[in-house]
């Protein structure tokens, strides 16, 4: 890999880091609630493990292929549903749901998810 593409690469990453971000706080402001802090600080993280490492098929939830992300930090959930929104698992309007009364999106990721193993 060329200097340029790592560059690349790493410029992507930023923009998703960037754009988990943005979702985390539209999902928190529109709930009203949440801590949007605790997703600011782990998004290059998540960014970088979901772009380059972490091998999940979203369309396949209990392959038994895919990786298991452990992420204990549950005020992070809108991060979380960030990323799911980022990958195509959930929709703009679905992630705006956050910690409505009868979504699936709640302030703790929960089994309802099907991405989610507890």
Do not use: C
Request: glycine share 6%.
């Amino acid at each position: 890999m060329t200097l340029t593409e790592q560059a690349l690469n790493v410029e992507q990453m930023h923009e998703l880091a960037q754009q988990l971000r943005v979702d985390s706080i539209r999902s928190s402001t529109a709930a009203g609630s949440g801590h949007p802090t605790s997703s600011m600080s782990a998004a290059d993280l998540l960014a970088v493990l979901v772009s380059k490492y972490l091998q999940y098929d979203f369309s396949e939830p209990s392959n038994p292929a895919n990786d298991h992300l452990i992420f204990s930090k549950g005020h992070a959930s809108p991060l979380l549903y960030a990323i799911y929104r980022a990958v195509g698992a959930v929709s703009d309007a679905e992630m705006l749901t956050f910690r409505k009364f009868g979504s699936r999106l709640q302030g703790h990721p929960t089994p309802i998810i099907p991405w989610v193993d507890v």
